[in-house]
C-alpha cells in the first residue's frame, strides 16, 4: 500500500447498508480552504466502534481534514493516451485550469475536469468462454471514500498498467463516464471511469490529504441467500474458517499445493458468528493468494474475508465462490479482519455453536436424475442424497486401498517406506481406507456406486482396516502382494436399501467415468442429513477410483507394511 498510510473512509454522510438502508454518520465537516462555504462529510472506518456484532458494515465517526487550496501533492509521473498532448520531452501537457471533481460529481459522457482517489485494486476482464481481454477492470477510492469502478480498454492497457500499483494515490484528466454493467457490479455508482483517447494519467507522492485505503460492502447469510443466483452486485464475505479443502484447523493443517494448482481452487468452509456454515470456494489468483498469505502467516488463519463473492447454489446449498476481481485477507491484514477477531476471541463459545460438520443438506435426488445432472451443460460438482438398493458388491477387482493415516490421500511406494504427496512426508503409517464399488437400483435406473473413505464404515459399521487385519490374522500363510477378498459386513449389505450422499465429482462432468462416488451412507429410518457430506474425502483421484473398478490393491501397497493392515480375524 502507499507509505502515506491513512485511515480508511468508509463512505460518505449517507452510506448504505446491505439490505439497502441509510445508515447516517456523525461525522465533522471538511473545510476546504479557498472555497468558501464548501463542506465535506466524511467518515473513518478504522473505529472500532462502528463495526456492529452481526458483522454488517456501518458508517462511523470521522475525523476532520483540512485542505489548502487543493496543495499538498507532487506530482511525479504523468501518462497521456493522447500522442498530440506531449511536449518534446514526452511529458504530457496538462491544464492547470481543470476543474477538480470528485466521483459524486461524474457524469455519463466525456468529463474534462481532474480526479484524485486511490488506486485499490486492478484485474483483467476476459470473456467467461473464448478467454479474450476485454479490458482492465479497477476498483478507485476517492478522499470522501466513494467508491467507483474504472475501466481501460485492451488498446490502452500498454500505455497505462506500467505505471499502476495498488495502494498508490493518482489523478487523472480527461476521462468517459460510461455506464456500469448490469452484471457482477463491484461498486455502487452507475457510472464508470473509462480511460478515453485523450486521458492523462499521472501518480502523486506525498500527498497531504488523507485518501482511504480500501471499502468493503459486507453481506451476511440472508443477503447473500436472497441474492442467490442473480449475478447482480457482488458484496464481501468476513468470518471465521472451520474447515480448508474439508480439514478442520490445527498446527499439522497442509496445503496441497499441486492439487490446488491442479484443481484451480480451494475450498473453506466459513461461518459468522454463530451463523450458517457456508461453501466458499477461491479460485484461480485468488487461490494462490491464499497459499501464499497462508506460508506468511506460519498457521492456519482464523479470519478470513473475501471480497466480491458471487452467491450460488451448488446440490441445493448456498455456496460463495470468488470472481477475478476478488482479493482475500486474513486476521491481522485490514481493520475489518482485525475486529472480527477481536470478537471471535472474545467469543469462542458463540462462533463453535456450530460443529465444523454440520456444514450443509444435499438436495435428494433419483439415480436417473443424479444421470441426467451429469449431461447437464454448465453443471457444477455437487452433492445429493440417493436412496438406493444395493444388489450387489463387485468382485474380482479391490475394494479398499493404502492411504496415509492422517489424511487419508492414497500412499505412495517410497524405496523403503509409505509416502504421502500431500503432507509431502517421506514416512507415514498406512491404512486400509474403503474403495468399494456397488452396483445399485431404484425403481427406475441402475447404477454404480463407489464408497469411499468412511463411507464403508457408515455402511458396514466396520473400519476397513480392521476387516484387513482381520484377515491377514486369519491367514498368516498368505504373501505380501495377496488380494483380500470382499469381507463379509461388505456382501451382508447386499440387498438393504439405503440413503447415499453422492457426490457428482469432475471426473463425471469429463465423462471420464459413469460410477459415482458415496461419501456418506445416512443411518437406517434417518430420513434428513445434518452432517458432514463431504466426510474426511478430498475429490477422489482418477487413479483410486478406477483401481476399484478394475485393478487390484495388494497387500500394504506392494509389500510396504501399512500400521494397521495385519493379521487380525475377518468380520
Given at each position: 500500500m502507499n507509505s502515506n498510510r491513512q485511515t480508511a473512509v468508509s463512505g460518505d454522510l449517507t452510506a448504505k447498508k446491505p439490505n439497502g438502508k441509510d445508515v447516517v454518520s456523525s461525522a465533522d465537516t471538511v473545510?476546504?480552504?479557498?472555497?468558501?462555504?464548501?463542506?465535506?462529510?466524511?467518515?473513518?472506518?478504522?473505529?472500532?466502534e462502528s463495526r456492529k456484532s452481526n458483522g454488517k458494515a456501518v458508517v462511523s465517526s470521522a475525523k476532520p481534514v483540512k485542505r489548502d487550496g487543493q496543495t499538498g501533492f507532487s506530482l511525479a509521473t504523468t501518462v497521456s493516451?493522447?500522442?498530440?498532448?506531449?511536449?518534446?520531452?514526452?511529458?504530457?501537457?496538462?491544464?492547470?485550469?481543470?476543474?477538480?471533481?470528485?466521483?459524486?460529481?461524474?457524469?455519463?459522457?466525456?468529463?474534462?475536469?481532474?480526479?484524485?482517489?486511490?488506486?485499490?485494486?486492478?484485474?483483467?476482464?476476459?470473456?467467461?468462454?473464448?478467454?479474450?481481454?476485454?479490458g482492465l477492470e479497477m476498483l478507485l477510492i476517492d478522499e470522501q471514500g466513494t467508491v467507483i469502478q474504472g475501466f481501460i480498454p485492451p488498446s490502452r492497457i500498454e500505455t497505462y498498467l506500467p505505471d499502476m500499483i495498488a495502494g498508490s494515490i493518482y489523478r487523472l484528466h480527461n476521462f468517459y463516464g460510461s455506464k456500469s454493467k448490469p452484471l457482477y457490479r463491484v461498486a455502487e455508482p452507475d457510472v464508470t471511469i473509462a480511460f478515453s483517447w485523450n486521458s492523462v494519467f499521472s501518480v502523486i507522492e506525498n500527498s497531504t490529504v488523507p485518501f482511504p485505503e480500501d471499502r468493503f460492502r459486507f453481506y451476511g447469510y440472508e443477503e447473500f441467500e436472497a441474492a442467490c443466483d442473480l449475478k447482480g452486485d457482488l458484496y464481501d464475505y468476513v468470518g471465521h474458517i472451520k474447515l480448508v479443502n474439508e480439514q478442520p484447523l490445527s498446527d499439522s493443517l497442509v496445503l496441497d499445493e499441486v492439487e490446488i494448482a491442479s484443481s484451480r481452487r480451494i475450498l473453506v468452509h466459513v461461518q459468522t458468528h454463530d451463523g450458517p456454515v457456508m461453501k466458499l470456494y477461491i479460485w484461480d489468483k485468488a487461490a494462490t493468494d491464499f497459499c501464499d498469505k497462508f506460508k506468511v502467516l506460519g498457521k492456519p488463519p482464523t479470519v478470513i474475508l473475501v471480497t466480491t463473492v458471487n452467491p450460488k447454489r451448488f446440490g441445493g446449498a448456498l455456496s460463495l465462490s470468488s470472481l477475478s476481481s476478488s482479493r482475500v485477507f486474513f486476521d491481522m491484514d485490514v481493520q475489518a479482519t482485525r475486529e472480527y477477531l477481536a470478537w471471535f476471541e472474545s467469543n469462542t463459545d458463540v462462533a463453535n455453536r456450530v460443529n465444523?460438520?454440520?456444514?450443509?443438506?444435499?438436495?435428494?435426488?433419483?439415480?436417473?436424475?443424479?444421470?441426467?445432472y451429469m449431461k447437464q451443460e454448465g453443471a457444477k460438482v455437487a452433492w445429493f442424497e440417493c436412496t438406493a438398493t444395493i444388489d450387489d458388491v463387485v468382485r474380482g477387482s479391490a475394494w479398499y486401498y493404502i492411504g496415509c493415516s492422517g489424511c487419508k490421500t492414497k500412499a505412495i511406494k517410497g524405496p523403503t517406506t509409505l509416502m504421502c504427496r500431500k503432507c509431502g512426508k517421506t514416512e507415514i503409517v498406512g491404512a486400509a481406507e474403503y474403495l468399494t464399488k456397488l452396483s445399485v437400483y431404484d425403481n427406475n435406473d441402475h447404477a454404480s456406486f463407489v464408497l469411499l473413505g468412511d463411507a464403508g464404515l457408515d455402511l458396514t459399521g466396520k473400519k476397513a482396516s480392521i476387516l484387513v487385519e482381520s484377515y491377514f490374522e486369519a491367514n498368516e500363510s498368505v504373501g505380501d502382494d495377496h488380494v483380500v477378498p470382499v469381507p463379509q459386513a461388505l456382501i451382508a449389505t447386499i440387498g438393504q436399501t439405503r440413503t447415499f450422499v453422492i457426490k457428482v465429482s469432475k471426473h463425471n462432468l469429463d465423462g471420464k467415468t459413469q460410477a459415482l462416488t458415496v461419501t456418506k451412507v445416512l443411518p437406517l429410518e434417518v430420513p434428513a442429513l445434518e452432517g458432514n457430506i463431504e466426510k474426511n474425502v478430498d475429490e477422489e483421484p482418477a487413479d483410486e477410483r478406477d483401481e476399484a473398478a478394475d485393478g487390484t490393491v495388494k497387500r500394504s501397497s506392494d509389500g510396504i507394511e501399512s500400521a494397521e493392515a495385519k493379521r487380525a480375524k475377518c468380520g
Amino acid at each position: 500500500m502507499n507509505s502515506n498510510r491513512q485511515t480508511a473512509v468508509s463512505g460518505d454522510l449517507t452510506a448504505k447498508k446491505p439490505n439497502g438502508k441509510d445508515v447516517v454518520s456523525s461525522a465533522d465537516t471538511v473545510k476546504e480552504v479557498g472555497q468558501t462555504g464548501v463542506t465535506l462529510p466524511t467518515s473513518v472506518s478504522g473505529d472500532s466502534e462502528s463495526r456492529k456484532s452481526n458483522g454488517k458494515a456501518v458508517v462511523s465517526s470521522a475525523k476532520p481534514v483540512k485542505r489548502d487550496g487543493q496543495t499538498g501533492f507532487s506530482l511525479a509521473t504523468t501518462v497521456s493516451g493522447d500522442p498530440k498532448s506531449k511536449k518534446p520531452n514526452g511529458k504530457a501537457v496538462v491544464s492547470s485550469t481543470a476543474e477538480m471533481m470528485f466521483f459524486k460529481d461524474v457524469k455519463f459522457g466525456p468529463q474534462v475536469g481532474e480526479l484524485r482517489f486511490r488506486l485499490i485494486h486492478f484485474w483483467e476482464a476476459r470473456n467467461a468462454h473464448t478467454k479474450v481481454l476485454i479490458g482492465l477492470e479497477m476498483l478507485l477510492i476517492d478522499e470522501q471514500g466513494t467508491v467507483i469502478q474504472g475501466f481501460i480498454p485492451p488498446s490502452r492497457i500498454e500505455t497505462y498498467l506500467p505505471d499502476m500499483i495498488a495502494g498508490s494515490i493518482y489523478r487523472l484528466h480527461n476521462f468517459y463516464g460510461s455506464k456500469s454493467k448490469p452484471l457482477y457490479r463491484v461498486a455502487e455508482p452507475d457510472v464508470t471511469i473509462a480511460f478515453s483517447w485523450n486521458s492523462v494519467f499521472s501518480v502523486i507522492e506525498n500527498s497531504t490529504v488523507p485518501f482511504p485505503e480500501d471499502r468493503f460492502r459486507f453481506y451476511g447469510y440472508e443477503e447473500f441467500e436472497a441474492a442467490c443466483d442473480l449475478k447482480g452486485d457482488l458484496y464481501d464475505y468476513v468470518g471465521h474458517i472451520k474447515l480448508v479443502n474439508e480439514q478442520p484447523l490445527s498446527d499439522s493443517l497442509v496445503l496441497d499445493e499441486v492439487e490446488i494448482a491442479s484443481s484451480r481452487r480451494i475450498l473453506v468452509h466459513v461461518q459468522t458468528h454463530d451463523g450458517p456454515v457456508m461453501k466458499l470456494y477461491i479460485w484461480d489468483k485468488a487461490a494462490t493468494d491464499f497459499c501464499d498469505k497462508f506460508k506468511v502467516l506460519g498457521k492456519p488463519p482464523t479470519v478470513i474475508l473475501v471480497t466480491t463473492v458471487n452467491p450460488k447454489r451448488f446440490g441445493g446449498a448456498l455456496s460463495l465462490s470468488s470472481l477475478s476481481s476478488s482479493r482475500v485477507f486474513f486476521d491481522m491484514d485490514v481493520q475489518a479482519t482485525r475486529e472480527y477477531l477481536a470478537w471471535f476471541e472474545s467469543n469462542t463459545d458463540v462462533a463453535n455453536r456450530v460443529n465444523a460438520e454440520i456444514v450443509t443438506k444435499a438436495e435428494p435426488a433419483t439415480i436417473g436424475e443424479l444421470l441426467s445432472y451429469m449431461k447437464q451443460e454448465g453443471a457444477k460438482v455437487a452433492w445429493f442424497e440417493c436412496t438406493a438398493t444395493i444388489d450387489d458388491v463387485v468382485r474380482g477387482s479391490a475394494w479398499y486401498y493404502i492411504g496415509c493415516s492422517g489424511c487419508k490421500t492414497k500412499a505412495i511406494k517410497g524405496p523403503t517406506t509409505l509416502m504421502c504427496r500431500k503432507c509431502g512426508k517421506t514416512e507415514i503409517v498406512g491404512a486400509a481406507e474403503y474403495l468399494t464399488k456397488l452396483s445399485v437400483y431404484d425403481n427406475n435406473d441402475h447404477a454404480s456406486f463407489v464408497l469411499l473413505g468412511d463411507a464403508g464404515l457408515d455402511l458396514t459399521g466396520k473400519k476397513a482396516s480392521i476387516l484387513v487385519e482381520s484377515y491377514f490374522e486369519a491367514n498368516e500363510s498368505v504373501g505380501d502382494d495377496h488380494v483380500v477378498p470382499v469381507p463379509q459386513a461388505l456382501i451382508a449389505t447386499i440387498g438393504q436399501t439405503r440413503t447415499f450422499v453422492i457426490k457428482v465429482s469432475k471426473h463425471n462432468l469429463d465423462g471420464k467415468t459413469q460410477a459415482l462416488t458415496v461419501t456418506k451412507v445416512l443411518p437406517l429410518e434417518v430420513p434428513a442429513l445434518e452432517g458432514n457430506i463431504e466426510k474426511n474425502v478430498d475429490e477422489e483421484p482418477a487413479d483410486e477410483r478406477d483401481e476399484a473398478a478394475d485393478g487390484t490393491v495388494k497387500r500394504s501397497s506392494d509389500g510396504i507394511e501399512s500400521a494397521e493392515a495385519k493379521r487380525a480375524k475377518c468380520g
